[in-house]
C-alpha cells in the first residue's frame, strides 16, 4: 500500500518538511545532491536538527572541478558518505562514440538522449534503493517549477515520496543561510553561476536573468529539465 502525503502547516520549516517528509516515506530516505547552495543547505539542516539523511549524487562524466571540492569539503565538515552513481559504460561508451562528444547541442532529443544515459539512467538505479528522496528544487527559481509541492509523490519512481524542503526558500534566504553557516560553497557562484550541473551544459546567468537560464541556454525555457524532475 503507497503512503499517504502528509498534512504540512503552512509555517512547516524546511527540518519540519524533512522530518515529516522521511517519517511518512516509512523507510530510507536520500538527498540527490548536485552540491548546489541547495543541497548543501539541506545537509547543514538535517545534521544540525539529528535528522539522519542518506546522501547520493550522480557523476555524469562531465562535472566541473569546483563540484568535486564541494564534495570533499562536505565529506570533511560532516564525516558525510557519498553514495557516487555512474552511467552504465555499456551505454556511454556507445553514445560517445557514434554521436561525439558535443551531441546534446545538436537537437532536443540528442540532449534528452545524453540526460538519460548519464542522469536519469543512473538516478532510476539510486531510487530503486529508496522509499523517498529529498531535493533542493526551490519554487522560485525557473517556470517549469512553480506548482512544486514540499511533499509529493514520484509516480514515474515507483510512487516513492519526493520531498522538497526548500520549495518556498527565496535565492536570498538561501544565500544568507549559506554565509550565516559558513557553508562549503561551490566557486563557480563566484563566476556568475546560479545553478550547478555539467559543465559543458551549465553556465554563468545575466542580471535579471532566472536561476536556471544558464542551463542548455541553446533551448527554450520550458524545456529546462533533465528528466530527473519530469512530473
Ligand atoms: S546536462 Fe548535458 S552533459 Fe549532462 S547529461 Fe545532460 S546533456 Fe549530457
Known amino acids: ?125 539510486a531510487l530503486k534503493e529508496l522509499s523517498g528522496w529529498v531535493t533542493g528544487m526551490r519554487r522560485e527559481q525557473s517556470i517549469t517549477r512553480g506548482d512544486l509541492k514540499a511533499i509529493e509523490r514520484d509516480t514515474l519512481n515507483g510512487g516513492i515520496l519526493k520531498i522538497n524542503p526548500l520549495i518556498d526558500w527565496s535565492e536570498e534566504q538561501l544565500v544568507s543561510y549559506s554565509e550565516e553557516q559558513s557553508l562549503p560553497k561551490n566557486r563557480l557562484y563566484s563566476q556568475g553561476y546560479r545553478s550547478i550541473g555539467c559543465a559543458p551544459c551549465t553556465r554563468a546567468v545575466k542580471e535579471g536573468e532566472d536561476a536556471r537560464a544558464g542551463r542548455w541556454w541553446w533551448e527554450n525555457p520550458e524545456n529546462k529539465e533533465c528528466g530527473l524532475h519530469r512530473r
Open 1 to 125: 500500500m503507497k503512503t499517504k502525503i502528509p498534512e504540512l502547516s503552512p509555517n512547516a520549516s524546511p527540518a519540519d518538511i524533512l522530518r515529516i517528509g522521511i517519517e511518512a516515506a516509512g523507510g530510507p530516505v536520500s538527498l540527490a545532491c548536485s552540491f548546489s547552495l541547495e543541497d548543501v543547505a539541506i545537509i547543514d539542516i538535517a545534521h544540525q536538527a539529528g535528522i539522519k539523511l542518506g546522501v547520493f549524487a550522480l557523476d555524469t562524466g562531465r562535472l566541473n572541478e569546483e563540484t568535486y571540492e564541494v564534495a570533499d569539503a562536505l565529506k570533511v565538515r560532516y564525516h558525510l558518505k557519498i553514495e557516487w552513481y555512474f552511467p552504465r559504460h555499456e551505454d556511454v561508451e556507445p553514445l560517445e562514440r557514434s554521436e561525439g562528444l558535443f551531441s546534446f547541442r545538436e537537437s532536443l532529443d540528442k540532449r534528452h538522449a545524453c540526460c538519460q544515459i548519464r542522469k536519469v539512467e543512473p538516478l532510476s538505479r
